[in-house]
């Protein structure tokens, strides 16, 4: 997998081999990140990347200028990965990375609130729903931030019931879904 585009277009991003990470395509995370610039300045942005995984959501917004990024991811054989993932960029003083649920990380109270959360949970994992209700209890997005979640096709039905909204786009089998606070 490599970086879109930016200061780090075309730098690969090492994704292990596990039925416990499923990353975004470079198509999916191409047509996200187009779709973001035409809402969002990255060069003056502080990003969340929930269910981090690879963090490639993270690192794409970091080469696109994001401020600062950080990643939340609770398996350690992924985090650690991760952290290796995070190394060759040099980015250290502009990203955290948190080893716990999304779930935990967003009932905690708030320490930084976020221009763009990006949330990419594995797609049959349905506690981002308790996810997107801690972040707007707990005012995690900034006046304007925006929150986008990639799910399944497969799930549109329980995410209509449970977003009360439909998503932004469809990328092939995957829904975009995108809340905005204001």
Do not use: W
């Not at 985090?79 to 502009?94: A, C, D, I, Q, T």
């Not at 707007?136 to 549109?156: A, F, V």
């Amino acid at each position: 997998m490599r970086v879109i585009t930016g200061k780090f277009k075309g730098r690969i991003i090492k994704v292990p081999k596990s039925k416990l990470i499923r990353p975004t395509t470079d198509k999916n995370r191409e047509a996200i990140f187009n779709y973001l610039n035409n809402i969002i300045d990255f060069s003056q942005s502080n990003v969340c990347d929930l269910y981090a995984g690879s963090g490639a959501l993270g690192i794409e917004a970091l080469s696109r200028g994001a401020l600062i990024a950080h990643f939340v991811e609770n398996n350690f054989v992924i985090y650690k990965n991760l952290l290796k993932n995070l190394e060759p960029f040099n980015v250290g003083e502009n990203t955290q990375v948190y080893k716990m649920s999304s779930v935990k990380f967003t009932s905690l109270k708030k320490h930084y609130s976020y221009d763009l959360i990006i949330a990419d949970p594995p797609f049959f994992k349905n506690d981002i729903y308790k996810v997107v209700e801690n972040i707007k209890k707990n005012n995690y997005l900034t006046k304007n931030g925006i929150l986008i979640i990639e799910r399944s096709i497969q799930t549109e039905k329980e995410d209509l019931k449970n977003f009360k909204k439909k998503p932004v786009k469809k990328l092939g089998d995957s829904l975009i879904y995108q809340f905005q606070n204001s």
